[in-house]
């Protein structure tokens, strides 16, 4: 019966409908000895869970995150080798491609083109000109402020989710950082 019975629950382990499967007076034996508590989750864990099962990207899209991703990257490490002007414009070139990407030639015309953000596009894409012409400090001093009028209207979303991030969001509570995030988190003009 021992050999059976790990055939039957699947080599030592035992789910519930194994021991449902089982005769009568073992699965009665199992049931009582076992208990069967599903998993639930908590904490973090639960508030991302329904937004990550929601979120279903096309294959462009993926794309886009890649390119997104992969020009973040090149921007960081040209910033970190003293503004080296080859990685900068490929991370300039794949920021916005990746972008494009990720929601349409439409609407990125339509977002970086509005009425009220023409100053802000045309910092940034002026730096992100400046910066191909060979100028990198001066170009992503551009970018850094266009890209702050481009998105502000994002930053309360962001800080609110990165306050909720166990470690992240003790370190934008201290006392110095606590005020700056504050006067970031409250501007009120999204996109």
Avoid at 18 to 42: K, N
Avoid at 90 to 107: H, M, P
Avoid at 111 to 138: D, S, Y
Wanted: glycine content about 14%; proline content about 5%.
């Amino acid at each position: 019966m021992g050999s059976s019975l790990e055939a039957r629950v699947g080599g030592g382990c035992v789910f519930p409908e194994d021991v449902a499967a089982l005769p009568g007076a073992v699965s009665r034996l199992l049931s009582s000895r076992l208990c069967f508590t599903p998993w639930t989750p908590r904490g973090a864990v639960a508030a991302a869970l329904p937004a990550a099962a929601m979120i279903s990207l096309t294959d462009t899209q993926k794309i886009g995150m890649g390119l997104t991703g992969f020009g973040v990257f090149f921007l960081f490490f040209g910033m970190i080798l003293f503004f080296d002007k080859a990685l900068l414009a490929i991370g300039n070139v794949l920021f916005v491609a990746g972008l494009a990407f990720v929601i349409g030639l439409e609407r990125t015309f339509r977002f970086f083109f509005q009425k009220h953000k023409m100053k802000a596009t045309g910092f940034f894409l002026g730096g992100v000109f400046v910066v191909l012409i060979g100028w990198p400090l001066i170009g992503m001093i551009f970018e850094i402020y266009g890209f702050f009028l481009l998105f502000r209207g994002f930053f309360p979303v962001v800080i609110g989710f990165i306050r909720r991030v166990p470690v992240l969001g003790s370190l934008l509570n201290l006392p110095g950082i606590r005020s700056f995030v504050d006067k970031v988190g409250e501007s009120n003009n999204m996109v």
